[in-house]
């Protein structure tokens, strides 16, 4: 294995770092944060360095002078960047010989920019793909070096599509690091033309509303669950987050107006009238709701 420092601080992070430990691959370095306000599936990879032995930093700036002295003491080969959600500058980039290698969950050129996971099922993809990549210093712009088709089920959520792509980048970073050892690594460059970059999320792209249709709105749920903060509705001046939901398309109710709760089971089991049918929701923070008025 060629001399490598390892960048994260998400689960994938996690997950990929043990993995490489685990069949014996050795890590000189490791770069992490000891906690975070903009990723909700942190995962702090101190654990790791200690249980390992592996010498570490935290840092909330991946390429202030601290950070960068770190990694130059330790003359790094290659470097592997996974699940950091700032941008690496051009000095940082240029210390490893083979590069520094990113890691997105799309089929780069396409999907290129923030919240992959949580776009594709939003937007009701039926693919993805777990891409890693030699970084530039654009946003996910690199050469590509390993690429591997993800299917997203239609019962598929955050938390399942989640461990899919773990699953198959584990696989993959085991080839490419076998690969950057014995010289057998081919970059492929992307068409940039040729792909589209997603946005960061708002609040408001997370917030239910009634008159979207029964798939709208379970694409929605399933795509911000577990591990992520949650889709939500108002209710009142409160936010109610919804962890799971099914949607029933169905003309019974067709005259009744969107947002009407049809049926309560439980504070965290009940059903609303939506544009096109109803949607039973699952699970969701308890809400004490009337049988009858309007959300």
């Not at 969950?105 to 693919?127: E, F, M, Q, T, Y």
């Not at 889709?231 to 969107?258: M, R, T």
């Amino acid at each position: 294995m060629k001399k490598t420092i390892f960048i994260g601080c998400v689960e994938s992070s996690y997950v990929l770092l043990e993995c490489l430990l685990q069949h014996k691959y050795s890590v000189i370095g490791i770069i992490t944060a000891d906690n975070s306000k903009v990723n909700a599936d942190f995962h702090s990879l101190v654990p790791l360095a200690k249980k390992y032995k592996i010498d570490y930093i935290c840092t909330k700036d991946i390429n202030d002078r601290d950070t960068i002295t770190f990694i130059k003491s330790k003359n790094p080969e290659v470097i592997y960047c996974f699940g950091w959600s700032r941008l690496i500058k051009s000095e940082l980039l240029s210390i490893p010989k083979y590069g520094v290698v990113g890691f997105h969950p799309a089929a780069l050129p396409a999907n290129r920019g923030r919240h992959p996971l949580i776009w594709s099922l939003v937007l009701g993809l039926d693919k993805t793909a777990s891409t890693f990549f030699i970084m530039d210093e654009g946003a996910d712009t690199g050469d590509i070096i390993s690429q591997e088709e993800i299917i997203i089920d239609d019962t598929d959520d955050a938390n399942t599509l989640y461990n899919k792509v773990l699953e198959t980048a584990k696989k993959q970073i085991l080839e490419f690091t076998a690969q950057f050892a014995n010289g057998t690594v081919r970059r492929l460059p992307q068409d940039i033309g040729n792909g589209n970059t997603w946005r960061k999320r708002g609040q408001l792209d997370g917030q239910i509303d009634w008159r979207m249709s029964c798939k709208g709105i379970y694409n929605l749920v399933r795509g911000l669950t577990h591990p992520y903060v949650g889709a939500h509705f108002l209710y009142g001046d409160k936010e109610i987050k919804v962890w799971k939901c099914e949607g029933i398309v169905s003309k019974e109710y067709q005259n009744i107006e969107p947002g009407k709760v049809l049926y309560v089971n439980s504070p965290k089991n009940y059903m609303v009238k939506v544009y096109d049918g109803i949607i039973h929701i699952l699970d969701s923070d308890e809400v004490n709701l009337t049988e009858g008025e309007y959300l």
